[in-house]
């Protein structure tokens, strides 16, 4: 089969069990069905709603389907990315390339510091140093974090209190973590329940790579 005829397709709930295909070149287009769904069924359904219909799929097709339209990171999230997990790295520099012209994404985390992790406050973290899977090192104490931080972007600023914007973002990375063979958890449901309602800490611009080895206690 050659890679033109090679289809990847992004499977979602029309209602009454019945589903519907996206084709691979709506991943450059936005994703009005997804957004349909975020208002009809909310974020974490319709985050789940992308799910990959496995069959042949060619990686040197699809990249060069979705190069046509695509977003870039700039330096300061590359370098950030630099300090991550390489499956984590590898799974956003493919989700930057996945989104559609009117999304675009930033990387606001990846590994912190003790001083960076500590001064955080705790409205916005429950983790001490080294207990964030932010705070991963590799056996050299390099950094090695296994947890991003991501935000999309609007005109070149974060909307911070535009959810929908960031269960969007989601839902492309969750694809993007399906096509490099990754398993990971969204900090909108981190016990993965299929609820986003009962999080003691909500952050929908959080994932971790769910395989990740258990974080030691905070210090005293």
């Not at 979705?66 to 330096?75: E, P």
């Not at 983790?127 to 104490?141: C, I, L, M, Q, V």
Request: with cysteine.
């Amino acid at each position: 089969m050659k890679n033109h005829e090679k289809r990847l397709n992004l499977v979602y709930p029309i209602g009454r069990g019945r589903s519907r295909s996206l084709g691979l070149e709506a991943l450059t287009k936005p994703f009005w069905p997804v957004r349909r769904f975020w208002r009809r069924l909310g974020p974490l359904d319709a985050v789940r709603a992308l799910d990959i219909e496995a069959g042949p799929i060619s990686v040197s097709g699809i990249q060069e389907a979705l190069m046509a339209v695509h977003h870039n990171y700039g330096s300061s999230s590359n370098a950030k990315l630099d300090q991550a997990h390489p499956d984590l790295a590898r799974v956003m520099r493919r989700a930057i390339k996945m989104t559609p012209p009117n999304v675009d994404l930033t990387i606001v985390w990846t590994y912190r510091d003790k001083e960076q992790q500590n001064s955080i406050p705790a409205s916005n973290t429950n983790a001490r140093w080294p207990e964030s899977y932010h705070n991963a090192e590799d056996e050299d104490g390099n950094p090695y974090s296994e947890a991003v931080d991501f935000a999309p972007l609007v005109n070149g600023k974060i909307p911070w209190k535009d959810d929908a914007r960031f269960c969007h973002c989601a839902g492309i990375i969750y694809a993007a973590a399906q096509l490099e063979g990754v398993e990971i958890i969204w900090g909108n449901d981190f016990d993965e329940d299929g609820s986003t309602k009962d999080q003691s800490l909500a952050d929908s611009g959080h994932i971790q790579r769910k395989n990740a080895a258990p974080r030691p206690p905070a210090e005293d």
